[in-house]
Structure formats: C-alpha cells, structure tokens
C-alpha cells in the first residue's frame, strides 16, 4: 500500500479513535478577518499574563478601550536541549516536542492557561471575542522514514488536541496548526500533504509563513496549506523598498497573504528598526495590504514587552494597523517614510559624488600623463 492510501486509512483510524476518547473536534473555522500575532515560547522566550493583555486589548493611556489580536499564533525556535523546531538540516525529534507542549504551552502556570486568564480579565472591561488559537507543528528528523515521520506529527497532533480540551479554556478555540519550517523542501512534499490531510480531517486549518524565496511557495496550495503569509524579509536582509513591491506582485499572483515584520531589531545594514517599522507601515497601506482577511504580525513578545513600555508611538501604529487603518497619511509614518527617502537621497547623490571625484582623478591622470608624454616624443624626434 502506497504511503497516500496508507496514512489516509490510518488517519481515519485517528479519527474515530480521538472521538471514542470524547476528545472534542473543532468545528470548520469560519473565514473571518484573523488578525494573527506571532508568540514565541521556548527555551529562551515566555510571556507573562500582563503581556499578553497587552496583545488582547489595546491600551491607551487611559486604560483599555478596544480588542486587539483576536487570533494568536504559538510557536518556538528552540527546545531545552537547543534543538530547532524550525528543523533547518536535520529537523528536531517527538521527545523535544513534548517537552514544549507539557512544560511551556499546557499545564498549570502553562502560556495557554496565561492567555486564558488574561482574556478572562480583558472581558469584565471589553467585549471579547473567542480567542483563535494555532499550534506550530515542528519538522521532524529527516533521517527517520516517511512514515516515521508522519507517526511522529500525527501523535504530536494528537497530545495538543487532548491537552488543549484537558484545559477547558473558557476563552479559547483551537483552529489550526502551523507548519514551523519556513521552506518545504521537496523531501517534505508527501509529509506536508499527509499532514495537511490529517488536519484537515480534524476540521481544522493548517497555515504557514514562508520566507522571502522559500522553496515550495509556489505550490502551496497542492501541498495542503490553507493559508499562507508571505515574509518580505525586508528587515532581515541588504535589500531595499523594492522588495516590496516584488512581495506585492508575488502575493496577488500565488493568491497569498503577507507578514508584517514588526520587529524591534533589524539586520538589514540599510535601515534603523524605527525606519523599517514605519516603512512596513507604509508600504503595506500602499498596496492595501490592510485589507486581507489574514494578516500576522511578528512578533507578539516586543509589541507588549518593548512597543508598550519604550515605544508607545509604534504600540499604537500596530493597533491601528490591526483594526484595518490606512496608514499611509498617518503623520509618524509620513514623516519616517519622507526622512528615509532624504536619507537615501542624500546617499545616493554621495555616491554619485564619490563616481565624479574618481572619474575626474582618473582623467586628469590621463591627461598628466599624456602631458609628460609629448615632450619625450618630441626629444626622440630631434
């Protein structure tokens, strides 16, 4: 039997044993605007309750007067024997996965329990919407068979769905998981569409955000996923704005959405992280980008842990941002946008200087030496 035809059986099998378990199935997410904030936790990162109330609410100076992210995105880079949950190389293995469901996410004191709590807090002062939860799904081991593999993610899928309803959360809904590894290789192809195919059963949605080139974008619909949110990497790489414009046109051809990187660090030499934040800002309102039903936000732990406390200015630009505002007249933005493009005005124009101070060197030299030239041609003649 072929691993298709094999895995579907078995998800079957799945199925029916996690309903004879009473472990309740979500029911089809309805394709409301989800507005998706990336939490990291793991061996290095946590958030705590006020943190998160941050995420669920926003916060003017006065208090809290409005929702926030109403979909929150779990996942983490590295277990606590450091292996990547990302899986670049030679992917992670089932032990360290569960020592980040058991000993991070669920349990008493767990982050889903932390939300949980300060959603039920947020909602004596607001309304509150049911709070949408995804899971990551780390890559497996790639030297383990396919359907090792496979037998590894299915039981991983499993112990979430069961701690998730052991939890009974008042204020949370599981909705989907998310696939960790930023590319899809095509080793993976099968995986991916089996478990794709296994979540799907379950009634639930399966995302991924891939990185700027990622392998497999382009066939990110036969590979199963649901929905895809491209990253423009523009902060992460020696790139600039044109990217974009290349992301823009990429995402409305493959029919996916974005990434807004909203980080407080950047490795791109070209720009500050205030001058990429407000150029995301801009950029994204420029091509409307507002305006897709699913967006994500990276990342959730700087937006209540650093944006609040340090950067209020830029707190605000992401609620507003996240309630669907065009940003593209906002005065912070206007004026970020306009001083880096004098910025790179200015750099160009130096450069352009630096060409013409070489060239004129280079000419003169030239002629010197043209000019030294003629007068020993003129003593060889005599």
């Known amino acids: 039997m072929s691993f298709k035809l094999k895995h579907i059986f078995h998800a079957a099998t799945f199925l029916v044993l996690l309903e004879n378990q009473f472990l309740s199935i979500s029911t089809p997410v309805n394709n409301n605007v989800q507005r998706i904030v990336l939490v990291y936790v793991d061996k290095y990162n946590n958030m705590t309750l006020s943190d998160y109330k941050f995420l669920l609410a926003y916060h003017s100076e006065s208090g809290i007067n409005d929702s ?141 955000i891939p990185y700027f080139g990622a392998e497999g974008v382009d066939k990110w619909q036969e590979l199963g996923f649901d929905y895809v949110m491209l990253q423009p990497n523009f902060a992460f790489s020696n790139v600039d704005t044109n990217r974009f414009s290349t992301v823009n046109e990429i995402a409305k051809k493959l029919n996916t959405s974005v990434e807004m990187e909203l980080a407080t660090f950047v490795y791109n030499p070209k720009v500050t992280w205030q001058e990429s934040f407000v150029l995301y800002m801009y950029y994204s309102s420029l091509y409307n980008w507002q305006d897709f039903p699913i967006l994500s936000y990276f990342n959730g732990n700087q937006f209540s842990q650093n944006l609040f406390k340090n950067y209020r200015a830029y707190y605000d630009l992401v609620y507003m941002h996240v309630k669907g505002k065009d940003l593209k007249n906002n005065k912070i933005v206007v004026e970020g946008y306009n001083a880096y493009m004098t910025k790179v005005t200015i750099s160009n124009l130096f450069q352009m200087l630096i060409l013409f101070s070489l060239f004129a060197v280079v000419v003169f030299m030239l002629f010197a030496r043209m000019k030294l030239k003629a007068p020993t041609q003129q003593i060889q003649n005599k």
């Not at 890559?139 to 068979?145: E, G, H, Q, V, Y």
């Not at 939890?167 to 192809?189: A, H, R």
Request: charged share 20%; net charge neutral; proline share 2%.
């Open 68 to 208: 926030f992210f109403n979909t929150f995105l779990f996942l983490g880079q590295f277990s606590n024997t450091n292996e990547s949950y990302e899986g670049y190389g030679k992917g992670s293995s089932y032990t360290s996965w569960l020592w980040w469901l058991t000993e991070k996410i669920f349990g008493k004191n767990g982050q889903m329990e932390l939300l949980n709590s300060a959603a039920e807090e947020v909602s004596k002062q607001i309304t509150l919407s049911e709070v949408k939860i995804i899971v990551m799904i780390p890559r497996p081991f790639t030297n383990l068979t396919l359907e090792e593999r496979y037998e590894n993610v299915k039981t991983y899928v499993t112990k979430t769905i069961q701690l998730f309803n052991e939890g009974n959360y008042s204020k949370l809904k599981l909705i989907g998981f998310y696939w960790m590894c930023e590319t899809v290789p095509s080793q993976d192809y099968e995986l991916v569409r089996g478990v794709s195919r296994l979540v799907h059963l379950l009634g639930l949605k399966f995302y991924w």
